[in-house]
Every structure is written in C-alpha cells, then in structure tokens.
C-alpha cells in the first residue's frame, strides 16, 4: 500500500504449495450478515498468474469472480490490482461497512473479500498475509500481526472464514480502549481528512452501552472485541442541513455530485466495522448517538449468528449459499435484543422502548404481506423477488416476533427464563464450533421452554397468521388496540403552523418555519429533540398528561438548551396500533412485567425438570 496506482494497490498470493492440476480461484459473490449481491470480482484487475520459470500460466475467468487454473501444477503466483469499493457510481453495490477503501497514504480499509479470494477446497487453510503501508500509519484490528519492522507488518488468521470476520483499518493510530467484565474493548478511529482525536469520545459512548450488555448477559461472550470507526467527509451535506431552503433540490444535486450518503456498520465475531458520514459543525459530534444507537446490535450478533446458528450460516458457500430462514433470530431478535438492553441497562426509558421504539417497528412491521409469505419463506428466499423487498422487515416486524416471543416464553414457564436465557442456554451447548440443524431450530428452542411454543412457531413465524399482540401484551401488562378513538395533546409541531426539516440526525431536527400563530415560542434554527412529543406529553404509562396542565419542554437554540412552556390542550384523534402500560395489573402481570424488562430476575426453579416443557402454562390468560 506504499505503491498506489490509479487509486489502486496491488496483492500478491504465494501459490507453489498446491502443486495440483486443477485450481480455482473465487472472489466472494455474498458474504454472511450481509444479505445481498457484492461480486467483490469487479473490483479486480490485471490479474496474472507465472509459473516457476515467471512464465505466464492460462487461466479462464467464469463470471465475475471465478478464475479457473487447467494446468497449475507449476503455478508460482498469482498478481492482481483492487480498486476501493468506496469509490464509483451513485448507487453503490456494495455497502461502504463491508467494502475497501483507499485513501492514499492515509486510510486503507481491508474487508477480506474485496481484498483476498480463496481457493476452493482450501477455506479451512491457514492464512499469512504481509502487509507494506506508510510508515506513520497503524493497522487496527482483532487478528494477530507481527510488526516486523515500521510500515511492515505480517497478519494471520486461521482459516479464510475469520479472515472475512475481521476487518482491519490502516489510519494514524487514534485508539482507546477499557475493560467490561473480563473482555478488553478496543476503539479506533479514522477520518477521511480531519486528524482530531475521537477515541476517546467514543470510548465514553461506547463504554455504557457495554456495561448494559454485560449487565443483561452477566458475561461476554469474549476476551477481546474491537469497534473500528471510519467518518466519511460529508461537510456538502452539512451545509444543506444548516441551511434548509430550496432543501430538496439541494439534497439531489448532492446525490448526483457525491452519491447516496451510505451509513452504518457490519458485525463480526470480534468486532464490527462503522462507515458513517460527517456533515461536519456541530453535527460531528452527533455522530456518536449514531454510534451508540446501533453499537449493542453489531455486539449482541456475538450471540446470533456468530455463536448460535444453522449449518447454512456455519457452512457458508461464498458463491453458492444456501440462505436460512431463520433471520428472525439473526436480525430480529438481534434488533430486539439492542431495545430490551437500554431498558434493562437504564439508557432508555420503558415508554421510550415499548410506545416508541418497538410501536414504530410495529406499525412498520404491519406493512409485511404476512399471508402471502411466511416470514421463514421470505428469509431463505430473500436474494429473490419479490422477497428481497421485504428485507428491511427483519429489523423491523423481526424484532416485534423477537419481543412477542420473549413475553410468550415467560408466560408458558412462569417467569422462569427468558428468550436471552434460552439462548444463552443454547449458546453453551452449541457454539461456534457446533451448528444447529436448520429443519430442527424451533424445535431446539421448544424443548428449552415449553411444547406448547412449537405451536407459537408453527402459527406465527413459519405460518401466515396475524401477530397475536393483545394476547401476549396482556401476559406482562401492556394494553393493545389495533385502532382506537383517543384524546391526546395538540402536538407543539403539527399542531402549531410550524414546519420542521426532513432530515434528523442524532440530536433532532430543526425549526424550518414558524407561523404567525405559533403558541409556543419556537425560531427558526431551533432543534427539537427526538421524542419531544412522547417525552413531555405523556406520562410512564403512555397516558395523555392533564388538559391545561403547563408543561416544559426541552429545546437547544444556539447551541444552548433552553426551556420553552406549552399548555396541554386536547384534541380527538385516532391511534393505530395504539399501546399503554396498565396502570393496575394483577400479581403475575406485574411479575412478568418485571422480569420481561430486567427489573426481576427470572423466578429460581425448584425442580430443574420443570424447564424442559414438563408443567403446564398458566391458565388466566
């Protein structure tokens, strides 16, 4: 990486170890957690193969990723150019977190498969790569390297599945690092042109959301894990924030000049790697909320599918996989995990959780066209159409089935375990090394709980039946109406001629106009902060406050935080999906409430057999 040529660097393979007739050579078509078409082969060039002799050796290329070697008996090396995936059209194929990226003596960002291809038959042989880069850079990553001397340094893996699992990010060394538990967390951080130190501000955010994990978990399921964070410069952007006026015609010429502002991360074993644009001003530091909101989800993928997975995900055939149906435990229950935690951990609110976030992926996943397909059908057809559409819906109706599931295991074993439970359970008797059986996984989960949960399975996950929310709502206290005729609160935005901008970003969104008729106070600049309306409006249980009841409600102007007062005034409105706690419950709906949300533990089992599905459910519900 000290030879860049037309934004490019060039990889050499050692080869003269096979010495066999017939080699092929892949680049990966889809690599795990990521659910789509990469063809990391297009990114390939001038690929050339010598003999012993440094005579060229013919191969064919087959599609797009595939190099084909008829007589490589003699084959000595093979020599190749890669271009950063992070560079190119508009709409980008492959998602930036688990792309290359080459930013000349300053970033390179290795994802495996953009950089290395394997041989097939060969996936489980060990791997050795060295590495030239500029001197004053420093190479972040969870696998071992020996730095032989500065700007060299030889990285090694055990097979070519944790060589895709472990990204590794060239920049200036800005590194941090703390202790949850008994596993060593590293972050590193880079930028595409700012040199400001961010470690350590990351750290801060970072170091919360891991104790909350550690504290739902008890423990980690690893001695080492490693954010590794890249900010985009995205200061264009910013600009348009700031500045809102002919706001839409703004963000298109953006697109066209700088493409789609791709954001996010991707989870692996050890770590997970963040690709997420700066709009730079005072919206940098907002990033870090961006951070912290997905950070516990790339983490709990330790749990599934990392350590608890099908042969499908255990087995994965880089060019020719065969896809689980069970995303609902990969993504979903992943998504619902990274909820259930912040409430347990005391980072969000119960209101914020359950009429928030989860009523919004509700709503959402109300959309998913459940009787035409199973959500099973969808996940093992998801590279298809028409399934590919409904992909989304994983972090979305995925994590409602997810929260349905926990409630419907507390209430069928009274209280005794709960959906991380089992898991963890699982986790123990099967791990990275031992995959479940893909016809056999529900049935893995029922003998854990209870028989009857096949039954939940059957209806709800592999079936085409509605999500059954009243029903299980009920078993922990949460009252649901599908539509309902309600008085609530004028909203201080909707309600008030005023308009807000469409974009958010991590600390809200800001004042576009204000009308003559505004009744509270609002300027234009002002940034609203998400949750306003719910936060101040409404009480823990997601009733409305009092009518003429004068409230506070929290602003920024200026960059300082300033009160603003509203009088609560009501009006007739009608909700969907519309969710409150039950402000009186019975004994057992207050007990599960509790141990759903972590404020219980679960109920000690006197009889260890009674786990295992051989009492009964309770009966009131």
Request: aromatic fraction near 12%; hydrophobic fraction near 35%.
């Amino acid at each position: 990486m000290k030879n860049i040529q037309k934004d490019r660097f060039q990889v050499t393979l050692d080869c003269q170890t096979f010495a066999r007739d017939t080699l092929v050579y892949h680049f990966p078509w889809i690599i795990p957690g990521t659910y789509a078409e990469a063809n990391y082969g297009k990114f390939i060039h001038e690929f050339r193969a010598v003999d012993i002799d440094n005579q060229p050796v013919k191969f064919k290329k087959e599609g797009k990723n595939t190099f084909i070697f008829n007589d490589a008996v003699k084959l000595k090396s093979i020599s190749y150019w890669v271009s950063a995936t992070w560079e190119g059209p508009t709409l980008r194929t492959i998602w930036p977190m688990a792309g290359t990226g080459i930013i000349e003596g300053r970033i390179f960002a290795i994802n495996a498969g953009g950089v290395c291809g394997y041989f097939q038959g060969q996936e489980l042989a060990p791997v050795t790569m060295k590495y030239s880069y500029p001197e004053d850079l420093y190479a972040m990553t969870v696998l071992d390297q020996n730095l032989s001397e500065p700007g060299q340094t030889t990285i090694t893996s055990t097979d070519y599945h944790e060589l895709i699992d472990s990204p590794i990010l060239f920049a200036y060394p800005d590194t941090s690092s703390f202790m949850v538990r008994d596993t060593e967390v590293l972050v590193g951080f880079s930028h595409e042109n700012d040199d400001t130190r961010r470690a350590g501000e990351l750290t801060e955010v970072l170091q919360p959301s891991m104790d909350a994990i550690a504290r739902y978990l008890d423990s980690l399921p690893a001695s080492e894990y490693a954010y590794l964070i890249y900010y985009e410069d995205a200061t264009a952007l910013g600009k348009i924030i700031d500045n809102p006026r002919f706001l839409i015609p703004k963000v298109i010429w953006y697109v066209i000049r700088h493409g789609i502002p791709l954001g996010g991360a991707l989870e692996h074993n050890k770590s997970s790697f963040y690709y997420l644009p700066d709009p730079g001003g005072d919206h940098t530091g907002d990033i870090a909320k961006t951070v912290e909101s997905i950070a516990i989800h790339e983490f709990m993928h330790i749990m599934t599918p990392l350590n608890l997975r099908s042969q499908y995900i255990n087995e994965w055939d880089y060019n020719e996989p065969i896809l689980s149906k069970h995303l609902w435990l990969y993504e979903g229950v992943t998504e619902y995990m990274s909820e259930i935690i912040q409430v347990n951990g005391g980072l969000k609110s119960v209101k914020d959780f359950l009429m928030g976030s989860m009523r919004s992926k509700l709503k959402t996943g109300e959309r998913y066209p459940f009787a035409k397909m199973s959500f099973t059908e969808m996940s093992a057809n998801v590279l298809e159409k028409p399934y590919k559409k409904q992909y989304n819906q994983v972090y979305q109706r995925g994590a409602v089935m997810g929260m349905l599931l926990d409630i419907e295991i507390i209430r069928l074993i009274e209280g005794r375990k709960r959906l991380i439970d089992v898991m963890l359970e699982l986790v123990d008797e099967y791990g990275p090394s031992r995959a479940m059986n893909e016809e056999d996984v529900f049935d893995i989960f029922t003998a854990k709980v209870h028989p009857d949960l096949r039954e939940f399975f059957s209806r709800y996950f592999e079936g085409n039946e509605a999500l059954p929310y009243a029903e299980v709502f009920n078993a922990v206290g949460v009252a649901y109406e599908a539509e309902a005729e309600i008085q609530v609160p004028l909203h201080p935005i909707k309600d008030n001629k005023v308009k807000q901008s469409v974009i958010s970003l991590g600390s809200g969104t800001s004042i576009r106009k204000v009308g003559r008729k505004d009744r509270i106070g609002f300027k234009k600049g002002d940034i609203i902060p998400q949750g306003l309306y719910r936060n101040n409006y409404f009480d823990d249980f997601g009733n409305p406050l009092p009518e003429d009841m004068v409230i506070q409600i929290p602003i920024k102007r200026d960059g300082k935080d300033i009160m603003l007062k509203d009088k609560i005034q009501y009006k007739e409105d009608e909700s969907k999906h519309h969710i409150r706690i039950m402000e009186k419950m019975d004994a057992k709906q207050s007990q599960r409430f509790d141990i759903w949300l972590g404020f219980q533990d679960p109920v000690p089992t006197a009889n260890p057999a009674a786990t295992d599905g051989s009492s009964e459910p309770d009966g009131d519900d």
